[in-house]
């Protein structure tokens, strides 16, 4: 009698291949199956979903079931399903553990998200993990729960597009989880404009003085507040239904608006 293959688990992030975080991850998830990592060759944190459609891309062999890719996150994903595992799929994909949060509207920018969304997008069900930290990063604490999550999500049947983004706090053992809705918070909006030697102006973007509204059930209040690790679900399908139903009273001067079924 054949003993059942354990289960294949791809890894990816968006902190590259090399990355503490994503080691932490390995680690946590190799007692629950097969694991592989397929990873960018370097940082390519807040590419979002960006993808290579223009250069040819290049993988390198680090070692056995690990490869880094010169491309993007969503890149390493497409490759890892679509070429590298192509003939035997992974049966969930896990991206991080990010070095910092994605909390909130940080999923929109995410490359950590970005390629657990790639994979969902490609049928394998995706969880995304990150430390809401700053350095120096344990990553103890997220990995034990990465392990709880991943060993329950691989214990029953998972929706082909399911995508997961966790945040677990740092500095804490959080005491548990909440199932919880993406929050807003902003980083500030600061632009600061400055001279090159050759006299032409640049510009830095993106702030520094942190602040999110407190919405009760948002993953910054599990996470900020009651110091607790998010769980929180995510779709790919971006229609606002709400709005379709406004739209519907719009007048269009010289056109006839018909239903989307063609009626």
């Not at 600061?190 to 509204?213: Q, T």
């Not at 779709?235 to 739209?247: F, V």
Request: one cysteine or more; glycine letters at 10%.
């Amino acid at each position: 009698m054949s003993l059942a293959r354990p289960p294949r688990i791809l890894v990816s992030n968006d902190d590259g291949y090399f990355s503490e975080g994503l080691r932490a991850l390995v680690e946590a998830v190799t007692p629950l199956g097969e694991v592989w990592v397929v990873a960018p060759d370097r940082e390519q944190s807040a590419t979002s979903h960006a993808i290579s459609l223009h250069r040819p891309l290049r993988i390198q062999e680090i070692r056995e079931r690990w490869y880094a890719v010169d491309g993007t996150p969503a890149d390493s994903a497409y490759l890892a399903i679509n070429h590298i595992l192509k003939d035997d799929r992974p049966q969930l994909m896990v991206s991080g553990i990010n070095h910092g949060p994605n909390l909130a509207d940080d999923v929109m920018y995410s490359g950590t998200v970005a390629a657990a969304m790639e994979g969902a997008l490609l049928g394998v069900p995706a969880i995304a993990f990150s430390l809401v930290s700053r350095a120096p990063f344990d990553f103890g604490p997220a990995a034990r729960f990465a392990r709880a999550l991943v060993a329950s999500a691989l214990s029953r049947p998972l929706p082909k597009r399911m995508l997961l983004n966790v945040n677990i706090p740092g500095g804490v053992e959080p005491d548990g989880y909440a199932i919880t809705r993406l929050g807003r918070h902003t980083y500030g909006y600061a632009v600061s404009e400055k001279v090159d030697p050759r006299g032409r102006k640049y510009y830095w973007i993106g702030g520094n003085e942190y602040e999110h509204e407190d919405i009760p059930g948002s993953d910054c209040n599990a996470v900020h507040r009651d110091n607790r690790a998010s769980v929180t679900p995510l779709h790919l399908d971006l229609t606002d239904a709400r709005q379709m139903t406004d739209l519907g009273g719009w007048a269009l001067e010289g056109f006839q608006r018909f239903r989307p079924d063609g009626g």
